[in-house]
């Protein structure tokens, strides 16, 4: 059984683990898939073992979105699922720098890359759907820094905050469509070169072992385990059926239950 089947998918920033992932799961379950990234060569892999279709999409650009989707709709007359799953590097927020210190484009550069990216990738995609009588799902992606309390981490906390009232507001808009909208909450996932980049760098910067840092994600975990890509995915797969239907407007953890979580 494949409950994506004959719904064609686009995942945005696929160049990363978890849209990836994300990717994978719908070309399992049934999609047709099309991959897009920044850097064409970095989803070309992936398109030739999805037998995807791969483009150069640069999801903060609105005009490089609508062109891309503007062809996907008119290559199948529709579009069901879109997924972005772009993210930030520690780099790009200038590490960790106190509140007092942080300048302010530090603090807005997770703003306009993570909540102006999914902004302008959902919003352009409600557009095709409403104009085709797609009843799509529009999938979003944040972090659990919305709801942690960790020093210094300002604007990507402010920025996964803001993702997720996003995602309440656009799915009140774009319901009378039938257009679902969901936004799925990452906890840590150690699989991914992004997390273990940024235990190595906050290692790195302030002389703690790594050891010590993995041990702090892990302290709040309910269950002896923790969540991975491939289970990611296949929830991102789940809230784009028709079962997932039941989950419209809501934020989804995907991090088997943290005890500093609400």
Not at 62 to 82: C, M, P, R, S, Y
């Amino acid at each position: 059984m494949q409950p994506l089947k004959d719904k064609v998918a686009v995942v945005f920033a696929a160049s990363g683990d978890i849209a990836g992932a994300v990717a994978r799961s719908f070309s399992d379950q049934g999609a047709k898939v099309y991959v897009t990234a920044r850097n064409l060569d970095a989803v070309k892999a992936l398109a030739r073992e999805l037998k995807a279709e791969a483009a150069r999409v640069d999801a903060m650009k609105e005009t490089e979105i609508d062109h891309f989707l503007q062809k996907v709709v008119a290559d199948n007359g529709k579009l069901d699922v879109v997924f972005n799953g772009i993210g930030v590097s520690y780099n790009d927020m200038g590490g960790r720098p106190p509140t007092t210190q942080a300048t302010f484009e530090q603090f807005m550069s997770p703003m306009e890359k993570l909540c102006g990216s999914q902004f302008l990738t959902s919003r352009v995609a409600a557009r095709y759907m409403m104009e085709t009588g797609s009843e799509g799902t529009i999938l979003l992606l944040t972090a659990a820094l919305s709801r942690s309390k960790i020093p210094n981490l300002a604007g990507i906390t402010a920025a996964s905050a803001a993702i997720e009232g996003m995602t309440r507001v656009m799915a009140a808009e774009f319901g009378g469509n039938g257009i679902k909208v969901i936004c799925i909450c990452s906890g840590a996932l150690m699989e991914t070169k992004r997390i273990s980049g940024w235990i190595e760098s906050v290692a790195n910067q302030y002389g703690i072992p790594v050891e010590q840092i993995v041990s702090q994600y892990k302290a709040f975990d309910i269950l002896k385990t923790v969540p991975t890509l491939k289970q990611l995915g296949d929830t991102a797969a789940f809230l784009a059926s028709e079962t997932g239907v039941a989950f419209n407007s809501h934020i989804v953890d995907v991090d088997c239950g943290k005890l500093n979580i609400l």
